[in-house]
């Protein structure tokens, strides 16, 4: 079984940067695409950016041109350089796997998740 662990959230003005980390153990053979989404209190999980294994991207409108998501492939691990935060980017951060090749972002494609960094993004 994958596990999944973020890390790299915190708090940050608006206008600032964070890099979040997802480190990837266990058995990640059955993973094709690792993807980023976020929760904020009260709303649905959204799906943010995701990589496959090919080295294909994908974001959300929300987030393009600020986000860039790239992978260690020695290290297992997948990032989320996040620019230009903004207050509407708070919320927990997930990564997850899922073992296809996703078009778009939806949590219910995604097997595996960690348990969230937090992203708090102040005015």
């Known amino acids: 079984q994958e596990q999944l662990a973020e890390s790299g959230g915190g708090s940050v003005q608006a206008g600032g940067s964070l890099r979040l980390s997802c480190a990837a153990s266990?058995?990640?053979?059955?993973?094709?695409?690792m993807g980023w989404f976020r929760q904020a209190p009260g709303k649905e999980r959204e799906g943010v950016a995701g990589?496959?294994?090919?080295?294909?991207?994908k974001y959300a409108d929300s987030v393009k041109g600020r986000c860039t998501v790239s992978r260690d492939k020695a290290k297992n691990t997948v990032y989320l350089q996040m620019n230009d935060l903004k207050p509407e980017d708070t919320g927990l951060y997930y990564c997850?796997?899922?073992?296809?090749?996703?078009?778009?972002?939806?949590?219910?494609?995604?097997?595996?998740w960690g348990q969230g960094t937090q992203v708090t993004v102040s005015l």
């Open positions: 266990g058995y990640t053979y059955s993973s094709y695409c």
């Open positions: 997850a796997s899922s073992p296809y090749r996703t078009r778009r972002l939806i949590p219910r494609d995604f097997d595996f």
């Open positions: 990589i496959d294994r090919d080295g294909t991207t």
